[in-house]
Structure formats: structure tokens, C-alpha cells
């Protein structure tokens, strides 16, 4: 405890392994042991004071997905769901296991019933510890009874429960057992146990001469940071925190300390084999789980995606409609090369911009969950990146049927497959390119405004408005490696590549054939596409590798 800026978290935070920022100075011993934090991750468990799962999993969901990270893989699934279930009941949550955990303060569940699922959460790992920050924050008096009688069934099972504490009522306070008092700068005014109705550390603050006593029935809490504030201090001319360290029960402190930083003889450090609990197999299958999950019940997202795909096709189609039969002359085949690239280009960017804010959500809650040692960034990364295959799959595959049949393109089964093939990669770099902005960036609107930065670059190098030849040669790297570029070419050479039919072209006396006219004004060659299909699916394995990279070695959270 201790008011406002004392450095309650900061000293949790610094005890848990949590701190992101700042220099941490001193030694942190486990029962005599210098702390591994890969080690103590296992063993631990830390509820931060926002409250921060997936919104569309079920509260099961989220205990089932955290016992089977952080369990240890020798027992069986059957036990685990049994462990499950007995922690929801410890929590009270039972009733409310196939509900979902929603958004905060719009959806699912209520903020007590948030912060009990915290403690379930960290519970089911089966921590010997377990670090909580203010769990009482926000909560009426009622809610915050119910989650204290949570921490209590918590510590009955056995395990030490350290929270940080603001202001709390009588039967809150006395739920605990010891306590360390602090004042600003992080200085010790008092740490011990608080005895049968606090009467221990009423005691010591009463024998401080002018410490006035406490009243019959007041909150031993509120008078404690009442006769240790600043103004106090001033009044009486003490320093509290240099009256603890000349006290006895300071010195009897030290002594444990020190008896305590010395392993006991014969005993051994705590080690395990592997970092986590599962392999990183297990750590893919679980994270493809939960994501697949999110991402179904995501209507929001995916509906509105293929919805939006849908109507796109359907304007395209109709504003082209036969264009791929009346190639006369080059002004047609300009306006078949604008339709299959303003599509491809404006569904990209509708793709790049709604997958930020759901892998923006995401990423808040991998944080919590790498930090809580439940899986490594791989896993969860590569997860995140294959669960929207199968929505681009079905999202490329009706439009490229919709657009092909409209636009009345040659119905062969290679140009077919070629025109899908190119959409579905365009597709998916461009949301690949949208989630690796996302990693770059400390928030979605930077990853937003990132993004967008590199469309208009994309137009203007697609090789659409200025074809490849006429580029200068001290920009044509930048043509080489334009995405948008790759699939221009592909889409156009896939289709008209290799036709021999002549059309006429402004200025020219002989008509020339669609192949030469594509290979001398676009620089389009079909003998390239081979080429043009390993960059395409390169493109979106460099997007998700950075992604992948970025999620690893980035850290915005500040703690």
C-alpha cells in the first residue's frame, strides 16, 4: 500500500519481471536463488490492472486456452478441463463459462466479472504466486467484496497472493496478512504483518510519539495512510520511512532477508528442460485455435470483408461487362488493364485497412500472454498469419469467378486459374502488408497512416499509368519491387500474353499483334510469368515474415 505515486506497481512490476522501462538495481532472490524470469514465469502469475482477453472467446474458452499453454504437458487433456472446471467454480464464474468476454464496457462481461476471469486465467496455469495490481480499481464496494473473496479462495488453495492495494475497506484490509506500507520515492514506512484485526500495526504506528489514536470502528487503512502522510510528518518532525529502519521490526526484517538469500543446504535452484510447457507444435495448434475462433465470430470483420468483396465484383463486372471480348484496338486493352488493376488495388487496400485494428486488439493481448510465459512470438505469429488464408481463399475465389465470367474473359482453365492465382496472392500481401504496419507501429492510427503512406507509391509505379519503358532508369528499382507491379503483369501477360490476334494502335500503319504490343508499350513478357508467380508468392512471405520479426523484437507496451 501507499498513496499515489509511491511506486506500488513499479516495485511489483520489478518483483513479477514485468518492467518494460527504467534502470532495475538490487538483487531478486527465490528461495535463495538469484530469479530466472524464464523460470519464474512458470511458477507465477501476474493480473495487470486492465483487464486485457480476446473479446470473442468464451470465458471457458479463455481458462481452456491458458491450461493448456501453461500446464505442464504431461497431464492429460481430460485432467486439465477438470482443472478448468474447478477453477471456474473458485471464481464463481460457472454460470458464465459460454458467455463471451466481450469489449470492455460495450460488450460481454461486466468489469467485476473481467477482473475475476483475470484471476481465473492465471490461476489454471497453477502459479505458486500470483501478483495482482489494484484488483479492486473501479469496483463499487459489492463488486470489489466478490473479487476480494476470490483472492481469498485463492491464498486457501495455498498459493501467496501479493496485490497492490488503494484506499480499501475494512474487511478488504483485513483479508490480508502482512503488509508493506510505502511513501513517495518508494521508501518503506512499514512492513510486517497485520495481526488479528490489524492490531499489530496499530500498535506500531500508536507507539510513535503524537500519533494520534484510532477511533472506535475506523477503517485501520484510511487512519494508517492518515498519520503517515506528508503533512504529518511535517506537524511531528519525522521521516517515517528513517523511523522504520531504526525500529526492531526493521531489524528483524533484515535478519530474515539475509537468512533467506542463502539456499538452504542440500536444496536446488528451480529448472525446467524447456522454456515453455508445450513444444512449439502445441504452442501453434493452441494459438490457431483461439485465432480461428476470434476470427469467426468476427462478423464485423470477415462478413463485412466478403460482403464488401462481393458488391466490388459486382460493380467492377458490370461497369466492364464483355470488355474481354471487344479487344479491337488499345484503347480497350487500357481499359481492361485499369478494370483488373483498380479492383486488385482497391480490394488490396480495403484488405490492408480492416485487418489493422483486429491484429492492433491482438497484439495487446500477446503481451499479456507472451509475458505470462505461455507461448513464444513464433507460434502466435505464424497463427495469426494462416488463419486468414482460408477467408482471402474464399474472398479471391468469388470475385476472381464474378469479374472473369462479367468481364467475359477467355474461359480456359490456365487463364482461369492464372487470374485467381494473382488476385489471391494481391490479396494476401496486401493484409499481410497491413499486419506488418500494424508490428511497426505503437498504435493503429501510426500503422494507418504508415500504410497509406506507400499506396500512392503503389499506383504510381504499378506500371498501369506509367508503363515500364517509359519509367527513368533511376526509378525502375523501385518498379522491381513495387507489389503492385508484379501484379499488373500478371494479371494482364496471364491473359493476353500470348494472343496473336492484331489490334490497331494510334500512329502505327500495320496493326500490331496483342503479344507484340503488351512486350514493347507495357514491357510485358509471357515468357516471364513463371518469374512474375514465385515474386507474387514471395511478396506476401516477406510481408508475414516481417511480421513475424517485428511481433518478436518490438515491444511497445511501457511498463
Known amino acids: 500500500m501507499g498513496v499515489s505515486g509511491a511506486g506500488k506497481t513499479t516495485l511489483m512490476d520489478v518483483l513479477a519481471g514485468r518492467k518494460t522501462g527504467g534502470y532495475i538495481e538490487g538483487d531478486v532472490r527465490i528461495s535463495g536463488f ?80 473481467r477482473k475475476r476471469l483475470t484471476i481465473a486465467v492465471e490461476l489454471v496455469a497453477n502459479p505458486s504466486i500470483i501478483f495482482m495490481d489494484e484488483p479492486t480499481s473501479g469496483l463499487d464496494a459489492r463488486a470489489a467484496a466478490i473479487v476480494m473473496r476470490t483472492v481469498r479462495n485463492t491464498v486457501d488453495t495455498g498459493r501467496t497472493v501479493v496485490c497492490t492495494i488503494h484506499q480499501p475497506s475494512i474487511d478488504i484490509f483485513e483479508a490480508f496478512d502482512e503488509l508493506l506500507l510505502m511513501k513517495r520515492g518508494g521508501r518503506v514506512i512499514y512492513f510486517g504483518r497485520l495481526g488479528q484485526n490489524s492490531q499489530k500495526i496499530i500498535q506500531y504506528f500508536e507507539a510513535i510519539p503524537g500519533i494520534p489514536k484510532i477511533k472506535e470502528k475506523q477503517n485501520p487503512a484510511t487512519w494508517m495512510l492518515e498519520v503517515s502522510s506528508t503533512a504529518v510528518e511535517e506537524q511531528l518532525g519525522i521521516d517515517f520511512a528513517e523511523h522504520y529502519k531504526s525500529s526492531s521490526l526493521y531489524q528483524q526484517n533484515q535478519a530474515l532477508v539475509k537468512a533467506l538469500s542463502t539456499p538452504p543446504p542440500g536444496s536446488n535452484d528451480l529448472h525446467f528442460i524447456t522454456q515453455y510447457s508445450q513444444p512449439m507444435w502445441g504452442q501453434f495448434r493452441c494459438c490457431l485455435w483461439k485465432q480461428f475462433k476470434t476470427y469467426w465470430r468476427t462478423p464485423e470483420y470477415n462478413l463485412v470483408r466478403l460482403g464488401f468483396t462481393l458488391i466490388a465484383a459486382l460493380i467492377i463486372g458490370s461497369i466492364f461487362w464483355g470488355a474481354g471480348t471487344k479487344l479491337k484496338n488499345a484503347t480497350q486493352l487500357s481499359v481492361i488493364t485499369g478494370g483488373m488493376y483498380i479492383a486488385a488495388m482497391f480490394l488490396g487496400v480495403n484488405n490492408c485497412q480492416t485487418a489493422q485494428p483486429v491484429v492492433a486488439i491482438e497484439r495487446s493481448i500477446f503481451y499479456r500472454e507472451r509475458a505470462a510465459g505461455m507461448y513464444s512470438a513464433l507460434p502466435y505469429a505464424l497463427a495469426q498469419v494462416i488463419v486468414e488464408i482460408p477467408f482471402v481463399v474464399t474472398q479471391s475465389s468469388y470475385f476472381t469467378l464474378i469479374v472473369y465470367a462479367m468481364m467475359k474473359f477467355n474461359w480456359t482453365a490456365k487463364k482461369f486459374f492464372w487470374f485467381l492465382f494473382v488476385n489471391f496472392c494481391t490479396f494476401l500481401y496486401f493484409t499481410y502488408y497491413g499486419m506488418m504496419a500494424v508490428a511497426i507501429s ?118
Open 34 to 113: 538469484p530469479k530466472r524470469q524464464e523460470t519464474f514465469a512458470r511458477v507465477s502469475g501476474y493480473c495487470e490492472q486492465t483487464d486485457i482477453h480476446s473479446p470473442q472467446i468464451t470465458v471457458r474458452e479463455s481458462l481452456i486456452f491458458s491450461a493448456f499453454l501453461r500446464l505442464p504437458k504431461e497431464i492429460n487433456n481430460k485432467e486439465k478441463m477438470t482443472f478448468v472446471d474447478q477453477v471456474m467454480k473458485l471464481v464463481e464464474l460457472d454460470n458464465l463459462k459460454d458467455g463471451l468476454v466481450g469489449l470492455p464496457g460495450v460488450t460481454g462481461l461486466s468489469t467485476e466479472q
Open 442 to 559: 505503437p498504435n493503429v492510427q501510426v500503422a494507418a497512416i504508415l500504410a497509406a503512406a506507400f499506396y500512392a507509391l503503389f499506383n504510381l509505379f504499378s506500371g498501369f499509368y506509367i508503363p515500364k519503358p517509359r519509367i527513368p532508369p533511376w526509378w525502375i528499382w523501385y518498379y522491381w519491387i513495387c507489389p503492385m507491379a508484379w501484379t499488373v503483369y500478371g494479371l494482364i501477360t496471364s491473359q493476353y500474353g500470348d494472343d496473336e490476334h492484331t489490334i490497331k494502335v494510334p500512329g502505327m500503319k500495320l496493326d500490331p499483334t496483342i503479344k507484340w504490343y503488351l512486350e514493347h508499350h507495357f514491357g510485358f513478357h509471357h515468357d516471364f510469368l513463371r518469374t512474375v508467380a514465385v515474386v507474387l508468392v514471395v511478396f506476401p512471405l516477406f510481408f508475414a515474415f516481417m511480421f513475424g520479426l517485428c511481433i518478436k523484437l518490438l515491444n511497445f507496451q511501457v511498463r
